[in-house]
Each structure stands twice: as structure tokens, then as C-alpha cells.
């Protein structure tokens, strides 16, 4: 199996190509902390993972994009180009959560955490953010994944003193300073300015694949957790 991840949700530009099979997985990547400069850089990482692995497109089993949370125009470019180089060799798109990749790389940089709070910076004064529990080495989503006032992912935080967590992602460095006032209790452990990265997309998406969760490439698409909200509130009944 060869899946080319592709992740561009945040201020980071990556590309990493995984080949799995049954005795291990083989990962070739690239990334680059580049504001504004995604377009840019994509298509040539893309060309250099490829050609560093000695891999064609019409090899691939699968595309697999960072389906947001993130920046509106990070998350349209990554989209896009999945869909476009999915159609030009008639393979499927596997979308994997921004945010489960922020917390599968907070696992592998901590294997001491129970709990990981991974979260984005939305603007606004704003995050996205999600808890996923360590459960027999996989990560697994707890609720659903927010957008909300920093302050109450961190009041969540709180309320779990006897847990290991482990906190990641630019939503937590964006506002560490005026959250954590004096300092960052014990049972915390602050992974600082990490960033999404290809790499863990690839990892999630192999699973995706083999279950099934691959879609056409017209059916790839971003997740806005924003726009979501808004239409729940736009369909709760009125009091």
C-alpha cells in the first residue's frame, strides 16, 4: 500500500509518502515552516518525496489531505490538490482529522500521557480543540472536536488533576501565556510550538484506507468545525 499524505491546515507545509506492508511501514517526508508560501512548496515536495521513494502517481493506492480543522485557505489548498492529483490517476482520497494527527504526534513524542488536549488556533480569540484518550496505543476521540474560547479547553484541563495530559498544537501557544498565569501544573505536559505534519496524516490514513473509509476525490472535503456550529445553532428549535 502507498498513500501520499498531504498537510497544509496550519502556518506548516509537509508531504510525507507511506509504504506499509505487513512487516512495516517505510515513510518518506518533507517539511517546512512557510507561511503563505503553500502553493509554492506542495507540488515539489510532492515531486521530491515521490522521487526519493522511486514511486509514480499512478502507483499510489491513495491521497490522503489534513481535512481541517485549520485555516480556510490552508485546508482548500490541501483539498484541492488531493482531489486534483486523485482524479488525474483515478485513485481514492482518504480525509484525516487535523486534530488526530496533532494528538498522534503528542503520543509519539509522550508515551506517558493518558490524555491528550491537542487544539489549533482559530483567530477570533478562538481555538479548535479535541481530547483523545490513549486506549491499547490508539487514539481515540473523546466528544467531538470544538471550536470554543481557549479558556474552556483549559478548564477541562483542570478538572482531570489525577490524569496525564499532554497539550499540543498552536492553540495552546497562542494563549499559554494568559492561561497558565503562574505555571503549568504538574500533571500537565506542554508539547510547545508543534505543528500538524504529513507524516502522522499518513500513519492515520493507512488504517482509513483498510477499512474502507477512502472516498471518491469529488467527495473529499474540508471540515469547517465553524461553519458546523453555525448550522446547528441556525437548526435548534426556537423556545
Not at 8 to 30: F, G, P, Y
Not at 88 to 101: E, H, R, Y
Not at 107 to 122: C, F, G, M, P, Q
Not at 201 to 210: E, G, T
Request: some cysteine; glycine content about 4%; charged content about 20%.
Amino acid at each position: 500500500m502507498k498513500i501520499l499524505a498531504i498537510e497544509t491546515a496550519t502556518e506548516a507545509c509537509s508531504v510525507a509518502l507511506i509504504l506499509n506492508d505487513q512487516l512495516s511501514d517505510k515513510l518518506v517526508s518533507r517539511f517546512q515552516l512557510a507561511p503563505r508560501e503553500h502553493t509554492k512548496l506542495i507540488l515539489p515536495m510532492m515531486d521530491e518525496v515521490l522521487e526519493e521513494a522511486n514511486v509514480d502517481l499512478k502507483d499510489l493506492s491513495a491521497i490522503a489531505f489534513s481535512r481541517g480543522p485549520g485555516a480556510f485557505t490552508g485546508l482548500r489548498i490541501a483539498s484541492g490538490v488531493a482531489q486534483g492529483v486523485a482524479l488525474s490517476v483515478d485513485i481514492p482520497v482518504v480525509a484525516v482529522s487535523t486534530l488526530s494527527a496533532l494528538s498522534l504526534q503528542a503520543h509519539l513524542l509522550d508515551k506517558t500521557a493518558n490524555i491528550i488536549i491537542a487544539a489549533l488556533d482559530a483567530r477570533m480569540g478562538e481555538v479548535y480543540w479535541a481530547i483523545f484518550k490513549i486506549q491499547d496505543g490508539n487514539i481515540v476521540l473523546k466528544g467531538e472536536e470544538n471550536v470554543s474560547k481557549p479558556e474552556l479547553m483549559l478548564e477541562v484541563a483542570l478538572t482531570k488533576p489525577e490524569e496525564s495530559i499532554t497539550i499540543i498544537g498552536t492553540g495552546w501557544d497562542a494563549y499559554a501565556e494568559a492561561l497558565f498565569k503562574e505555571a503549568v501544573p504538574n500533571n500537565i505536559h506542554y508539547l510547545k510550538q508543534q505543528y500538524p505534519q504529513a507524516d502522522a496524516i499518513a500513519k492515520l490514513a493507512v488504517p482509513l484506507f483498510k477499512a474502507g473509509e477512502a472516498v471518491s476525490p469529488e467527495n473529499a472535503q474540508p471540515v469547517y468545525i465553524r461553519n458546523k456550529v453555525a448550522e446547528k445553532s441556525k437548526n435548534l428549535p426556537e423556545h
